[in-house]
């Protein structure tokens, strides 16, 4: 399979939902896509406009100061702390690294990348775009003979799951007596809500806890999209197994996949303040605080959820059928069909829209003034 046999794009079967929901008198309440909505903040923004004197090609592992920002940050936020540069890589956001990690691992007909059984569909599509065979499964004993890619996604989009230490742990062992890169995809760990995570951090694969004392083969993927509002500067990064970073990092220089000077700039400063995250997550928590009891009430429960940017819901009832309901409402969910066969009941909602916005949600759900 290549990419001429993909689907057509599934967000295009919302737009009836987002027409619908258009119509509601008070207007649309979009809670549909979580592609940030505040200010990308001014210490970055700064640092951007600094560096826009970008007339040499940059390279491709990019500049020394990023590839320290990153070491930096993953001891410091992360629990990591014996990264080195060259375990390091910026990359073109995380999507991009999503879709082309099978193809650029060398992957294909025979291979299987095994992802998770609710997932961000990327990672199906980049393994059937490598000629791969995508399986779904969440158990490690259960990852078959054959397995050459696992993706791990924690916390997890839509469903917001969190592996502990100790599931990390199983889940590396594994990955190695399978022989396969383990890639767990993290860009979701600042924002850590219920349980445990509301007061630990959440752990990353490459945790000295959970990687018996060696990163072979073991991947960390991480976006600045959510935590820095940077979705439009396309800011992200892997590290890991130096052999397998290295390895990437050759496939994109014949790829001349590159991050442009100015945006690695601002990552730099990005990484360097944690200010702004922390202030980040609290406008999430306010939206979270308004959005999370108004679903209850009206008759919504929440399943997992206790760390990410969604409120992953349900009725008991098919997803297109809550769609519809919240429609009604003005409200415009994700529905959960797209994320696999498993998630047929529920629906996503992002925390992402403006505060204002979600209170409005919140009246209608709750039946305020309706």
Known sequence: MGVKDLADYPWDAVVPFRERAAQHPQGLVDLS????????????????????????????????????????????????????????LPTVGSKEL?????????????????????????????????????????????????????????????????????????????????????????CYAELGWDGQWATEPVPSVLDPRVTDG????????????????????????????ARVIADLLTARKHLGLMMPLPVQQAMVAALGDDEHVAAQKELYRARRELLRPALEVAGFRIDGSEAGLYLWATEGKDAWESMGRLADLGILAGPGPFYGPDAATHVRLSLTAPLDRVAEGARRLRGDGL
């Open 33 to 88: 896509i979580g592609s940030p909505v505040d200010p990308t903040p001014d210490v970055i923004r700064t640092a951007l406009a600094e560096a826009t004197d970008a007339h040499a090609y940059p390279q491709n592992v990019g500049i020394p100061a990023l590839r320290e920002a990153i070491v930096d940050w993953y001891a410091r936020r992360r629990g990591v702390p014996d990264l080195t540069v060259d375990n390091v």
């Open 98 to 186: 999503v879709a082309l990690l099978p193809t650029l691992l060398g992957l294909g007909a025979g291979d299987i990348v095994v992802i998770p059984r609710v997932a961000y569909p990327t990672y199906e599509v980049g393994a059937r775009v490598a000629g791969a065979t995508p399986v779904a499964e969440d158990d490690p004993a259960a990852w078959p003979e054959g397995t050459k890619l696992i993706w791990i996604n924690s916390p997890g989009n839509p469903d917001g799951r969190t592996w502990t230490t100790d599931e990390l742990a199983a889940a590396v062992r594994r990955s190695r007596e399978l022989g396969a890169v383990l890639a767990s995809d993290e």
């Open 214 to 241: 060696t990163r072979r083969n073991l991947l960390s993927v991480y976006s600045l999209s959510k935590q820095s509002n940077l979705a439009g500067y396309r800011a992200a990064f892997v590290a890991g197994c």
